[in-house]
Structures are given as structure tokens and as C-alpha cells.
């Protein structure tokens, strides 16, 4: 009886085995369609699944900010995004990142409704919707009603100014869609627990289908003033099949006119003060 059970273990353990090495096979020879223009199809609602919005490594569960929200507004652990497990952070960069945190309520600037910048938006618990012609991209994200253009095949074309989701220029490697970001400004931040970065980012975004509902999406972030070294970050983004699916708008600004405008108001000091 004991080796019938090792054998049917050993064999339940192959089958494993086999079955991820098919799905590894079927995603590695997926062939992605292509629209009208010959180009890899990336038209579509995508949304990412996980924790990467509250923290981009491995954490545990933690109280969220507001108590009487009790459960439901607690920040759930998960697994961390980051390839080699942790962000390579400068010593005094890392001060920083743990000032952040510990104020995250006060300072993180997505709860001022201001736009996530990238590749934040990409992996905020929000739908996004990319829509292609053979020059332009177009990323609109329902969170603020932020939106980016990605120039296609104009590596010369300089950014004009440094923006909040800075300056998107792109082109296919093969089924693989590579944005190339740079020109963002310091104000946004990588996650809910403070990663930072500086004005001096670039962020290489790749997209690649592998399968008909799924993208694998990396970014491999380099900022030397920040960072001591180039790392990455990978997830995959899902299709959103909801009947009739569409973003709805969400502009934020209403929700957070308390949390920046609330000093102006008449009586606002006494309020403080009580």
C-alpha cells in the first residue's frame, strides 16, 4: 500500500509537472491577431488583478488608515511584483520611501485625485482602455479620467514640457508593444506605500499577449538618483469581458475638494482646533 501511494503521488506530481509545461508552451507559441493595419491587436478593457496598487513588494495584511472602516478597509498582504523581491532604494531614498508610508493618508497623491503617472495607472484596481491607429496609442484610464498618447515609431520626437504622465513614444518588437516613458514628474508615486521616484525616471513598458484574453505587462524602471540599480516589475493584465463593458467615468476631483481645499473654508481653523 505504501509504495501504490508514493506511485500515485509520484504520478499526480508528473501530470503537474506536464500541465504546466503545456500552458508554458501554449503562452511562449500564442499567436497574437492583428488589426487592420498588420500590427499586434491591443484594442480593449484591461484591467490588472492583485496588491501591487497598496505595495509593489511582498507584504503583510496592516490596519488601514480609517478604523471605523474595520475590515473592509483594511489593506490586504500579497506577493510582490518585483523581480528579486525588493526595490534596489538608495540609502537616503529609503528614508524617504519609509517617511511616505508612515503619512501615506496625507501625502500619497492618488488620494488627492491626482493622476497616477506610469506605470502606476497601469495596476490601479481600475479598468483601462487601449485603442490603436498605426501612429498613436491611445491609454485612457478611468481613475481621474487620466489619459495618455504613445507616439508610435517617432524615437526622435522630444517631450515638450515634463507631465504627470509624461512623454509615451513606442513601437512593436514582434507581438510585443515597447513604450519608452520619460518626462514625468516627481509628484507621482509607484504604489500606496511611498515608492518614489525622481523627475530623472525612464520606464520601459513592455506588452506582449499570450493569450487571447491576457497580456504579460514589464516595466523596468531606471532612476540612478533614486535607485542603485535598474530593476523590473511584471503581472499580467486581464481583458474585462463584461457584457457591454465600458469605462464609466470617474472624476475623482469632488472626493478630495475636503482634503485640499478644506483649509479655505470659513471657520475651518476652529474647526482644527477643536
Known amino acids: 500500500m505504501r509504495r501504490v501511494s508514493r506511485c500515485s503521488c509520484l504520478t499526480a506530481v508528473m501530470c503537474l509537472l506536464a500541465l504546466a509545461q503545456l500552458s508554458s508552451a501554449q503562452e511562449s507559441a500564442y499567436q ?15 484591467q490588472a488583478m492583485g496588491t501591487a496598487h497598496w505595495d509593489l513588494e ?5 490596519a488601514g488608515p480609517l478604523w471605523q472602516l474595520g475590515a473592509l478597509g483594511a489593506i490586504p498582504g500579497g506577493l510582490g ?6 526595490i534596489p532604494y538608495r540609502a537616503e531614498a529609503l528614508t524617504r520611501k519609509l517617511e511616505n508610508q508612515a503619512n501615506w493618508l496625507e501625502l500619497d497623491p492618488v488620494v ?25 496609442i491611445l491609454f485612457a484610464y478611468q ?27 513606442g513601437h512593436f518588437e514582434g507581438d510585443s508593444l515597447v513604450i519608452d516613458v520619460s518626462d514625468q514628474y516627481d509628484l507621482t508615486w509607484l504604489d500606496s506605500s511611498g515608492n518614489h521616484h525622481s523627475e530623472n525616471m525612464k520606464v520601459t513598458e513592455r506588452f506582449t499577449a ?65
Open 58 to 62: 511582498t507584504h503583510e495584511s496592516r
Open 210 to 274: 499570450i493569450g487571447p484574453n491576457t497580456l504579460h505587462y514589464e516595466a523596468t524602471i531606471e532612476d540612478p538618483e533614486i535607485f542603485t540599480e535598474v530593476w523590473k516589475i511584471s503581472m499580467p493584465l486581464y481583458r474585462r469581458l463584461d457584457k457591454n463593458m465600458r469605462l464609466v467615468e470617474f472624476k475623482c476631483q469632488q472626493y478630495s475638494e475636503e482634503i485640499l481645499y478644506g483649509h479655505l473654508r470659513q471657520g475651518a481653523d476652529a474647526d482644527i482646533n477643536q
Open 143 to 169: 481613475f481621474a479620467s487620466a489619459s495618455r498618447t504613445v507616439f508610435m515609431n517617432r524615437p526622435d520626437y522630444a517631450a515638450q514640457i515634463p507631465t504627470v504622465m509624461g512623454h509615451s513614444l
Open 112 to 136: 488627492k485625485c491626482y493622476m497616477p503617472g506610469i506605470p502606476r495607472a497601469n495596476y490601479m484596481p481600475y479598468p483601462f482602455q487601449i485603442l490603436q491607429t498605426p501612429d498613436h
Open 32 to 46: 497574437a491577431s492583428t488589426d487592420a493595419y498588420g500590427n499586434p491587436d491591443f484594442n480593449g478593457i484591461w
Open 81 to 86: 511584483i518585483v523581480e528579486g523581491g525588493s
